[in-house]
C-alpha cells in the first residue's frame, strides 16, 4: 500500500477550510483501501491583523463581503454545502472574528505530540467557531479543547501564557506565502502537487490515486 503525506495549510477561521476538511475525509475514506494518508495541519491567517481580543465578526464580514446580503448569500450557500458533509454551520453564533495565532500555536503543540491529537484539536477548533460560535481566540476555549483532546491543559496553559513558538507559526506562514500559497485551504500532496480551493471528494480521490500510482511506477523503474 502506498502512504501519502498532505500537508493542509489552512486556518481555523475559514469556513471553506472546515469544508475542505470534510471532504478530504470523505476522499480518504474511499482510498482507504488502497492508499495510506498521514496529514500535517499547517498555519495560515485569514486575519493576521486582528487585536488578540479579536473583532466584531458580523459588522467585519459585512465590510469585507460588500453589505448585508452579500453575507446572507455567502451564508447560504456555505450552510448547504455544509449539509451534504455533515457540518451544521452556525454563522449567527460567532459574535467574535478572533486572532488565530494561539490556535494555530494549540495545533502546532498537538503535532509535536501525535498526528491524532493534533486532528482532534483541528476537529475541535472547526466545530467551536463554527457551530457553537464559541471565541477561539479566548485563552479558555483553547484549554477545554487541548484537554478535550489529550493534551495537558496546565502544560499548555503555560505555553499559552508565554510567546513560545508564535515565531514559528509565523515563519511557516511566511514560507507557504512565498511558496505562492494565496488563498486557503490549500492541499500539498508528499511535497510536489499541489490542489488549490475545498475540491470535492472525487477531485480529492482522483488526486490522490493519481499520486499512489505514480509513485509505484517510480518505484517500479528503480527495481
Given at each position: 500500500?502506498?502512504?501519502?503525506?498532505?500537508?493542509?495549510?489552512?486556518?481555523?477561521?475559514?469556513?471553506?477550510?472546515?469544508?475542505?476538511?470534510?471532504?478530504?475525509?470523505?476522499?480518504?475514506?474511499?482510498?482507504?483501501?488502497?492508499?495510506?494518508?498521514?496529514?500535517?495541519?499547517?498555519?495560515?491567517?485569514?486575519?493576521?491583523?486582528?487585536?488578540?481580543?479579536?473583532?466584531?465578526?458580523?459588522?467585519?464580514?459585512?465590510?469585507?463581503?460588500?453589505?448585508?446580503?452579500?453575507?446572507?448569500?455567502?451564508?447560504?450557500?456555505?450552510?448547504?454545502?455544509?449539509?451534504?458533509?455533515?457540518?451544521?454551520?452556525?454563522?449567527?453564533?460567532?459574535?467574535?472574528?478572533?486572532?488565530?495565532?494561539?490556535?494555530?500555536?494549540?495545533?502546532?503543540?498537538?503535532?509535536?505530540?501525535?498526528?491524532?491529537?493534533?486532528?482532534?484539536?483541528?476537529?475541535?477548533?472547526?466545530?467551536?467557531?463554527?457551530?457553537?460560535?464559541?471565541?477561539?481566540?479566548?485563552?479558555?476555549?483553547?484549554?477545554?479543547?487541548?484537554?478535550?483532546?489529550?493534551?495537558?491543559?496546565?502544560?499548555?496553559?503555560?505555553?499559552?501564557?508565554?510567546?513560545?513558538?508564535?515565531?514559528?507559526?509565523?515563519?511557516?506562514?511566511?514560507?507557504?506565502?512565498?511558496?505562492?500559497?494565496?488563498?486557503?485551504?490549500?492541499?500539498?500532496?508528499?511535497?510536489?502537487?499541489?490542489?488549490?480551493?475545498?475540491?470535492?471528494?472525487?477531485?480529492?480521490?482522483?488526486?490522490?490515486?493519481e499520486i499512489a500510482a505514480a509513485k509505484a511506477e517510480a518505484r517500479a523503474g528503480m527495481n
Open positions: 500500500m502506498e502512504r501519502i503525506t498532505i500537508d493542509v495549510v489552512s486556518d481555523v477561521v475559514c469556513p471553506w477550510c472546515y469544508l475542505g476538511k470534510a471532504r478530504l475525509e470523505l476522499a480518504i475514506a474511499e482510498v482507504q483501501d488502497e492508499i495510506g494518508v498521514d496529514i500535517n495541519w499547517r498555519p495560515y491567517r485569514l486575519n493576521p491583523d486582528y487585536p488578540p481580543e479579536g473583532v466584531d465578526q458580523k459588522k467585519m464580514l459585512e465590510q469585507k463581503l460588500g453589505g448585508t446580503e452579500r453575507v446572507a448569500e455567502a451564508h447560504k450557500m456555505l450552510t448547504g454545502y455544509g449539509r451534504e458533509v455533515g457540518i451544521k454551520f452556525n454563522f449567527e453564533a460567532i459574535k467574535i472574528g478572533p486572532n488565530t495565532l494561539d490556535a494555530h500555536r494549540l495545533i502546532h503543540w498537538a503535532g509535536v505530540e501525535d498526528r491524532q491529537k493534533q486532528e482532534a484539536v483541528v476537529s475541535a477548533l472547526f466545530k467551536a467557531n463554527f457551530e457553537e460560535g464559541r471565541n477561539v481566540g479566548d485563552h479558555e476555549v483553547l484549554l477545554d479543547i487541548a484537554e478535550k483532546s489529550g493534551l495537558q491543559r496546565s502544560v499548555i496553559a503555560a505555553l499559552l501564557a508565554s510567546d513560545a513558538d508564535s515565531s514559528v507559526i509565523l515563519s511557516e506562514i511566511d514560507a507557504a506565502q512565498r511558496m505562492g500559497v494565496n488563498g486557503v485551504p490549500f492541499f500539498i500532496f508528499d511535497q510536489q502537487y499541489a490542489v488549490s480551493g475545498a475540491q470535492t471528494p472525487d477531485v480529492l480521490a482522483g488526486a490522490l490515486r
